[in-house]
């Protein structure tokens, strides 16, 4: 799923449901990543302070990809849904 990132509490808030979804508790989630379960917390409730390298970290734990893309250019179209 594509997800449009705008401020820092969107982000947290995707950083919550994403470790949830990849079901990792908070406590797991930070020591994949080398942090404390009490800055997974903080990330979760205020990503102002996330750094680039935690960000990149999380994504790797939580199974995600980051893209950047131009905004003014139009989204891509979603790939299709084929079934093996």
């Known amino acids: 799923m594509l997800h449009q990132i705008a ?4 982000l947290a808030q995707l950083l919550a449901a994403s470790r949830r979804q ?4 908070q406590t797991e989630a930070a020591a994949r990543v080398g942090v404390s379960q009490s800055r997974i917390s903080a990330l979760e409730t205020d990503a102002s302070g996330l750094t680039l390298a935690q960000l990149l970290a999380l994504c790797g734990a939580y199974e995600l990809q980051l893209q950047l893309r131009d905004k003014n250019q139009p989204s891509p179209a979603p790939a299709p849904n084929v079934e093996w």
């Open 7 to 10: 401020t820092p509490d969107q």
């Open 22 to 25: 990849a079901g990792l508790t």
